[in-house]
């Protein structure tokens, strides 16, 4: 089931992915695709912009981090 994300005052495509999804900049261009007319609201996005985040958005891949001490 996809979710949805509300824009605050100033966000960008981007940081709102971030910050509140835990999304990286690989899922912009599946978010941009979901949404047809996000792209014409320009960089920083209208504050309560709806934002559909697919089920299918790729995410970042992760490798294991080793600690000095480990």
Known sequence: MS????????????LLLWRDAG??????AAVLAAN????????????GTQIIIPDDVPTA?????VQLWD
Do not use: C, F
């Open 36 to 47: 047809q007319n996000l792209a014409i609201t320009g960089a920083v996005l209208p504050q």
């Open 23 to 28: 999304l990286g900049s690989e899922s912009v």
């Open 3 to 14: 979710s949805i994300l509300a824009a605050q005052e100033g966000d960008t495509l981007d």
């Open 61 to 65: 891949k992760t490798s294991d981090v």
